[in-house]
């Protein structure tokens, strides 16, 4: 008897194809992604001790060929890629403009010890956790680029670098809230789990399926559109409730700053929830068992929030991971509130890209949601 028992729940838990996948697959789904993301940071960077991830660094130089060409393998040689600039303007432009983490301009008669200092750009909300660490090394290039192997003989005079570069803050950006653990775990939590309104939807559209009610529901003089939309609403108020709700927690009991204004949280706060809903239509519209949805739905909630930056945030990731993470609407959101939140003056307008962009995700999901619903009748 005892042995039929298992058997019989073997056979059962072998034809579930669902539960075997979140078994066996999911785990190496999650197993690859972690790896690819960990084997990016500071990749070909050994003499860093593969501490910080590498980074662009606009560089612009007019001194001597010679010296102009140690400077740059000192930093390539650290966590930095070099992207030739063609004035001083256009380093602090690609540092403003997010193309480079750092900028660096040595003057034409940079002579550290007669006062004549480069100038080092740099955003320190962009890489918080390193920004102190990539001006080191900067710094420590400049050492290397300039003494070489005559540093040790040098003494003192080799060893306050820090004194060859003044730091600025690129013209043109905003300036930044003060950063705290709260203000990187409240929008990833936030935007990590109002996707998982993508579960409840397709889970209660599958349940409505089984039981028949939807098809009583089709029976109503209500055309396709109003009914659906009658089914998406409440999952959308839910959302923006959840989403509020964390945010308002966050400000009032755990200090969370807003640089921006309220009316930019909000609109990209709905359109985050948008996306969601059409991301949960999408995954509902697929169809399968109410054990089916909920594997292959946890993945794509869980695997979109690992490589957008919900699980391990973005200011951290190398720069090939934040590019796929662009793929997910979790991306944009993250980068949408990193500018409401961290930077001080945020208007709606700056963060018109990053709304446009859910919108779109938003209108996609859910057409292709409404003709694979159609499809299945």
């Known amino acids: 008897m005892i042995r039929a028992m298992i058997e019989k729940d073997l056979r059962l838990l072998l034809a579930d194809r669902g539960a075997l996948f979140a078994t066996f697959l999911l785990p190496l789904v999650f197993l690859g992604t972690f790896g690819w993301i960990y084997s990016r940071f500071d990749q070909g960077s050994e003499e860093q001790g593969e501490t910080m991830p590498r980074q662009k660094l606009a560089f612009h130089a007019p001194i001597d060929a010679e010296m102009r060409a140690r400077v740059q393998a000192a930093l390539e040689s650290g966590p930095f890629r070099v992207i030739a600039a063609g004035s001083p303007e256009d380093v602090e432009r690609l540092v403003a403009d997010d193309q480079a983490a750092l900028g660096l301009y040595l003057p034409a008669d940079f002579e550290p010890f007669a006062g004549a200092r480069g100038v080092l750009y740099q955003d320190p909300a962009r890489e918080p956790r390193f920004a102190g660490a990539f001006a080191g090394a900067v710094q420590g290039a400049l050492a290397k680029a300039i003494f070489g192997p005559q540093m040790a003989l040098l003494g003192p005079r080799a060893g306050a670098p820090e004194q060859w570069i003044e730091q600025r803050r690129p013209r043109g950006l905003r300036a930044s809230v003060d950063l705290d653990g709260f203000q990187i775990s409240a929008p990833t939590n936030a935007v990590l789990f109002v996707f998982f309104l993508v579960l409840g939807m397709a889970l209660s559209f599958a349940e409505e399926r089984r039981t028949g009610t939807f098809a009583r529901l089709r029976s109503l003089p209500i055309r396709r559109g109003p009914l659906l939309a009658a089914k998406l609403v409440p999952f959308a108020l839910i959302g923006c409730l959840q989403m509020l709700f964390l945010f308002g927690i966050a400000v009032l009991v755990f200090g969370l ?121």
Request: include cysteine.
């Open 257 to 377: 700053q807003v640089g921006g204004d309220v009316s930019a949280l909000l609109a990209l706060t709905v359109a985050t929830v948008l996306a969601a809903v059409g991301l949960g239509f999408l995954v509902a519209s697929i169809g399968g068992s109410e054990k089916q949805i909920q594997s292959y739905g946890t993945l794509v909630v869980l695997v979109m929030g690992l490589v957008s930056g919900c699980m391990v945030p973005r200011f951290v990731l190398p720069d090939s991971a934040k590019q796929v993470g662009l793929l997910t609407p979790h991306a944009w959101a993250l980068d949408g509130y990193a500018e409401v939140l961290g930077r001080r003056g945020t208007t709606v307008m700056d963060v018109l890209p990053e709304i446009g962009a859910l919108l779109a995700f938003a209108a996609v999901f859910t057409a292709v949601g409404a003709a694979l619903f159609a499809r299945r009748g």
